[in-house]
C-alpha cells in the first residue's frame, strides 16, 4: 500500500531554516508528481510546492507565491524521497507540513493528490 512518512519539522526562529523529507513507498515513485501542503490552526489546507513526475521533467516546479523565493521542493527518484528546503521562515509559515502523491505534473489543487503524509509540525518562533 502507498506509505508516506514526513520528518524534518519542528520549532525554528524566525529567519531560520529546514529542510523537511517525505519518504514514500508502495508505488514506482519516479513517476509520480509529488506535492507539499500546509494547514494551520483555523484555516484551510493550502499549496506550498509541487515537482513533476520524471517523465514529465523532474526539473519542473511550483511555488506558491508565499514562498517563492525561500522555500525549494526537489526529490531523490533513488531514494524515494521529495524533500522541502525552508530558508528565511517566517511566524507565518507556522503549519502542519504534509506531502503528498498524485497524478504527473505537479498541481496546486489538492483533489489532484491521491495519498497524504500524517504531517509534521513547523513551528516558527517571532
Known amino acids: 500500500q502507498v506509505q508516506l512518512v514526513e520528518s524534518g519539522g519542528g520549532l525554528v526562529q524566525a529567519g531560520g531554516s529546514l529542510r523537511l523529507s517525505c519518504v514514500a513507498s508502495g508505488f514506482t515513485f519516479s513517476t509520480y508528481a509529488m506535492g507539499w501542503f500546509r494547514q494551520a490552526p483555523g484555516k484551510e489546507r493550502e499549496f506550498v510546492a509541487a515537482i513533476r513526475a520524471i517523465s514529465w521533467s523532474s526539473s519542473v516546479t511550483s511555488y506558491a507565491d508565499s514562498v517563492k523565493g525561500r522555500f525549494t521542493i526537489s526529490r531523490d527518484n533513488a531514494k524515494n524521497t521529495v524533500y522541502l528546503q525552508m530558508n528565511s521562515l517566517k511566524p507565518e509559515d507556522t503549519a502542519v507540513y504534509y506531502c503528498?502523491?498524485?497524478?504527473?505534473?505537479?498541481?496546486?489543487?489538492?483533489?489532484?493528490?491521491?495519498?497524504w503524509g500524517q504531517g509534521t509540525q513547523v513551528t516558527v518562533s517571532s
Open positions: 503528498a502523491q498524485g497524478g504527473r505534473t505537479g498541481s496546486s489543487s489538492s483533489t489532484s493528490y491521491d495519498y
